[in-house]
């Protein structure tokens, strides 16, 4: 208990200085205060709402070391990074500070379907999704139309029948109703080219390609498709992300974007 006091009663004590071999020591563990606070980043769905946000010029920064804004900027901003993280995230940076800390301004995230990418799922629950979470290309010029051959196979391959007509491990066959009283059989399209919805809606949804499989599953057909260009297509949309953004924000040299 005693040596406990004095413990405490030395940590109370002034700090000691001196002075060797050319560097100054202390006697006590010291830290720097810091009064530096940082504000909340603002939340965001879209990158209409970040270029709008920017362009408005509701809030200020003045960067560290520059006493204030420059007279050719046309927004109280300076040398500001908007950093694409990913497909689905961006987000806005001050420069760093005197304490070499950067502030979060603004983080923007997508709000992008979600698709049970590389899963079985039941026919009607696969069709439900791919109509409505992939890009329809019938019209364009945005490749072959697979979203539509995809759809038409999936609804009309009879159950069953995959196990019965074989799989060789690359193609699938199965018989599909061709008809009111009519069947045929089919191979089962491999690989489909599609275009999910899985980036801002701002930006060019990528293409990519991917293995369709059908099997059995509870007495039922289940359908699923894999993903087969190895995440080729994150780099393309983060791309996008980055020229759309420098497009719109070409008259705001203090706007760095980087991908």
Known sequence: MIEKALRFITGMDEPHF??????LYTDKHMEMMKYNPKAEPIEMT?????VDYIKAGIDTY???GTGGMQDNFPMPYQ????????PVEVEM???????RNRETMVTVKASVPGFGFNQFMDQEQFI????????NTQGTDRGTNDRALLLKFAGTVENGTVAEY??????????????????SDAVVPNPVRLIPYRTFIEVEQPASDFIFRMKEWHGEMACAVF????GAWKNEAMQNIKNYLAEQLKDYPMFKVIS
């Open 166 to 183: 074989g799989d060789d491990g690359v193609t699938q066959k199965a018989t599909v109703r061709t008809g009111i009283a009519s069947k």
């Open 93 to 99: 940076y001050s420069p760093l500070d005197a304490e």
């Open 46 to 50: 879209t990158l209409t709402s970040l």
């Open 18 to 23: 001196r002075e060797h071999a050319g560097r």
């Open 79 to 86: 040398n500001m990074l908007i950093h694409v993280k990913s």
């Open 62 to 64: 003045e960067a560290s």
């Open 128 to 135: 439900i999704n791919v109509q409505s979470k992939f890009l």
């Open 227 to 230: 993903e087969a260009d190895g």
